[in-house]
């Protein structure tokens, strides 16, 4: 982290602050090489988004009981806002690890410390919600990406994002090799003795290769993340850069699936209505692959973990990333009237996990919603906001953030 980064630069996975209402000399100039207020605040409504995307997922109607505009909201959450979380998610571990340099010598290794530590507890955190919840939670394999990421934190931009297209372009055809190979008694002989599977249904091998959020295929969006996290996403020339380049993934990558699969290319897993994943996905044994013909490795469709999947959600990502930081930057009136949305943005882990209890409190059903009304995902929308926007007046990190923060202080007895 350079040392005039502003002490806002962090994440809500990590220490993020609530955001200025002010716009910052730099953000009024795009161009400028100076970290930008804006573009920070930009990176937490990209971040609200995603979690508004998760609630649409896990309390918004499916997609069978949708048409029209709400069914392309229905179908554009599904898969885009869990993805947008993971590349955030990098995003992260660049502004802890070093934004545009990273950091060297005892400064490395105390962020490195840091990052194993949110790591741990990031996958204890989901661990346990999948024990109280059922099925899938995305923090555990946060914590799995995170740990796998580590090497790479030192990375130029350049290199990172070459990374994160060979992974893309490789690591959907492995895992289904692997998954091929997979038999029932092999599954069964490695979750035997996987202490995580006998707590939470959810093991090691869920976590790394047949679950719903596999490191191995997913690893390409964590990675991508942390290339944008070494742009200065404040220059304007970057955010063009960004804009084309993003739409060219999307519109290259879905465009050849349709044209080699079919018009069943981008069907969405939600289209089958709710399954029993705790997390609004998929059941915690179900991988990407099984039992899958070769020709699935064609299609794009939301968490199909294919080649086409993976780089045309990059491209989403990255414009939806870009385009909240080019409206924040830009539009200094819409980012006034946005505050209370990025202060979700600020404690997105608090707002992800406090949708769960809030369900639970309510007696409502985790995971994919069985109702047809809209009625409740607005009401928790518009909750979160309501919360985030109190809380942000008085403290400078959310409730959880606060946690996370307290358990990385023993990093900095690393030496």
Request: charged share 10%; aromatic share 8%; proline share 7%.
């Amino acid at each position: 982290m350079t040392q005039t980064q502003p002490p806002q630069e962090t994440s809500a996975l990590q220490e993020n602050s609530p955001p200025q209402p002010r716009t910052s000399p730099e953000s009024a100039v795009p161009d400028s090489p100076g970290p930008s207020m804006g573009r920070l605040v930009g990176v937490d409504l990209a971040r609200a988004l995603a979690v508004f995307g998760m609630y649409v997922v896990h309390i918004g109607p499916p997609l069978s009981a949708t048409d029209g505009v709400a069914s392309w909201i229905r179908y554009l959450a599904d898969g885009h806002s869990s993805v947008l979380f993971a590349t955030l998610a990098g995003f992260s571990l660049m502004l802890l690890a070093g934004r545009r340099e990273p950091k060297t010598g005892l400064a490395g290794r105390q962020a490195k410390a840091r990052i194993a530590i949110r790591a741990v507890v990031l996958l204890a955190l989901g661990t346990a919600m999948a024990m109280e919840y059922g099925g899938v939670i995305i923090l555990g394999f946060y914590g799995v990406y995170f740990l796998l990421a580590l090497p790479l934190v030192r990375l130029s931009a350049r290199t990172l994002a070459i990374t994160a297209a060979a992974f893309a372009l490789v690591t959907p055809q492995l895992a289904f090799a692997l998954n091929s190979l997979l038999t029932d008694s092999i599954r069964q002989s490695v979750n035997a003795y996987d202490p995580l599977y006998r707590l939470s249904e959810v093991g090691v091998l869920d976590l790394l290769l047949t679950g719903f959020y596999p490191a191995l295929t997913w690893l390409s969006f964590v990675i991508a993340g942390m290339a944008l996290g070494r742009l200065d996403l404040s220059s304007g020339t970057v955010q063009r850069r960004l804009a084309v380049f993003g739409a060219a993934l999307t519109v290259t990558a879905y465009g050849m699936s349709l044209l080699l699969a079919g018009p069943g290319a981008l069907r969405s897993l939600a289209e089958d209505g709710p399954s029993s994943g705790g997390s609004g996905s998929m059941p915690p044994d179900s991988g990407s692959f099984p039992d899958m013909p070769a020709s699935s490795l064609l299609t794009a469709g939301p968490h199909s973990g294919t080649t086409f999947d993976i780089i045309g959600s990059i491209g989403v990502a990255i414009l939806v990333i870009v385009g909240a930081t080019v409206a924040m930057d830009r539009l200094p009136r819409l980012r006034r009237l946005a505050t209370p949305v990025i202060a979700v943005g600020t404690m997105s882990l608090t707002a992800y996990v406090g949708h769960f209890l809030a369900q639970s409190m309510l007696s409502l059903p985790t995971g994919t919603s069985t109702q047809q009304s809209w009625v409740p995902l607005l009401l928790f929308v518009l909750g979160a906001i309501l919360f985030a926007a109190l809380w942000s007046r008085f403290f400078r990190r959310g409730p959880l953030e606060y946690l996370l923060n307290a358990a990385t202080k023993p990093a900095k007895h690393i030496r």
